[in-house]
């Protein structure tokens, strides 16, 4: 199993520009999250899904937007990239979000906005 | 508002024993977490408390007091892998994960 796998690794945009992160899940999980994680900072929810189809906000959604078609898959996109946004990305899925099982985390997404 | 707060750096000595200490602040309460996460990688899952009391595993143990919105995670015969942040997150009354900021945590030879 892959577990949970996030592309690019890196992304370098200029301010305005348009991009998708993408993030994928293989071990069948339903809930799955986009965080962002800066330095002297907490993990911070950007946005989160229960399910194929179900998408919700978390503490951080401006500028964000989120698609999840499949269970698997689980899209963060930036509609006008700003400087606030450059930050470390991270993707996560668990079984349930009640549950007290791990969550997994992908390797994340070092984004830099100009 | 909801808070989660650690120390943000802390020294200690290949062999010896730490304590990283975390408080919290949170809109209900459905179990605590320590996830350890080296530079430049994901967080990983330590341990997970949701009754009070002491949870060991291997050289690390967890403690929870919620009466008091405190936790520790204690580290034993520390070794210099063990060098990374760790990072406490609280599961509030929405089973949403509120993180607190980290503890860096460096072994010294």
């Known amino acids: 199993n892959a577990g949970v796998t996030q592309t690019p690794k890196f992304q370098v945009l200029k301010t305005g520009q348009s991009m998708t992160l993408q993030c994928a899940q293989d071990?069948?999980?339903?809930?799955m999250s986009w965080y962002r994680q800066d330095p002297g900072m907490g993990l911070r929810l950007i946005h989160y899904?229960?399910?194929?189809?179900?998408?919700d906000q978390g503490e951080v959604p401006n500028g964000y937007n989120v698609s999840r078609l499949k269970k698997q898959n689980f899209l963060l996109g930036l509609e006008s990239a700003a400087p606030s946004q450059t930050s470390v990305y991270f993707c996560?899925?668990?079984?349930?979000?009640?549950?007290?099982?791990?969550?997994?985390f992908g390797p994340g997404t070092r984004l830099t906005v100009l | 508002g909801q808070n989660i707060d650690q120390p943000t750096e802390m020294t200690a000595t290949e062999g010896a024993i730490v304590q990283i200490n975390c408080t919290y602040q949170?809109?209900?309460?459905?179990?605590l977490f320590w996830y350890q996460q080296h530079a430049g990688e994901a967080p990983t899952f330590l341990s997970y408390?949701?009754l009070d009391g002491l949870e060991e595993k291997g050289r690390f143990s967890s403690f929870l007091s919620r009466s008091k919105g405190y936790s520790y995670l204690l580290l034993k015969e520390l070794q210099m892998k063990d060098s990374a942040s760790y990072l406490c997150?609280?599961?509030?009354?929405?089973?949403?994960?509120?993180w607190g900021a980290g503890t860096k945590l460096i072994i010294k030879p």
């Open positions: 996560a899925s668990s079984y349930r979000p009640e549950s007290t099982d791990t969550q997994y």
């Open positions: 408390n949701v």
């Open positions: 997150a609280v599961l509030d009354s929405n089973y949403q994960l509120i």
């Open positions: 899904s229960v399910g194929a189809g179900i998408t």
């Open positions: 071990m069948n999980h339903e809930y």
């Open positions: 949170t809109s209900g309460f459905n179990g």
